[in-house]
């Protein structure tokens, strides 16, 4: 009996031919579904914009409107910088707060010294005040905050 040699390069167990076939089977498949798919998403396409409603032919209606309130900050970051270089503007600035009252507003380090020098204003005791040494808590009186402008 002769021995059989082994083939060098070529796997004689595979079937190239089939191979070939089916990967092209595979392709071939692919294909002819994508061709139907197209179509069907064009109908879809069609369906969809049927539904939607016709765009109104007044000008105004054209312009983006604004969502009702409460919106959202576009940008933060940048709302929190104004807000803190107004801050800062008006810590360090003269200005009236109620011309017709009188109120005025001194810049912050300004109002820090003249505390320093002077200190503190005293205040009276009210009438209805109990004496110092008494047990009970001292009730004062605050004027109401006004409002800035």
């Known amino acids: 009996m002769a021995e059989k040699r082994p083939r060098t390069g070529f796997d004689s167990e595979l079937d190239l031919r089939a191979i070939i076939y089916s990967g092209l089977g595979i392709v071939l498949v692919t294909a002819v579904i994508l061709a139907l798919l197209f ?17 109104s032919p007044m000008p105004e209606a054209q312009h983006p409107r604004l969502p009702p309130e409460p ?26 707060v109620d011309r017709a009252a009188g109120i ?10 003249i505390l320093a020098e002077t200190g503190l204003a005293e205040t009276a005791p009210s009438a209805t005040a ?13 004027a109401p905050r006004r409002k800035r402008r």
Do not use: H, N
């Open 39 to 55: 179509p069907l998403l064009e109908v879809f396409r069609r369906e969809r914009a049927a539904l939607d409603p016709a765009p």
């Open 71 to 96: 919106r959202l900050q576009a940008e933060p970051r940048l709302d929190m910088e104004k807000l803190r270089a107004r801050d800062e503007a008006a810590l360090q600035s003269y200005g009236w």
């Open 104 to 113: 005025g507003r001194i810049p912050i380090e300004r109002a820090i010294e």
């Open 130 to 142: 109990p004496p110092a040494g008494s047990e009970d808590r001292r009730i004062m009186k605050v």
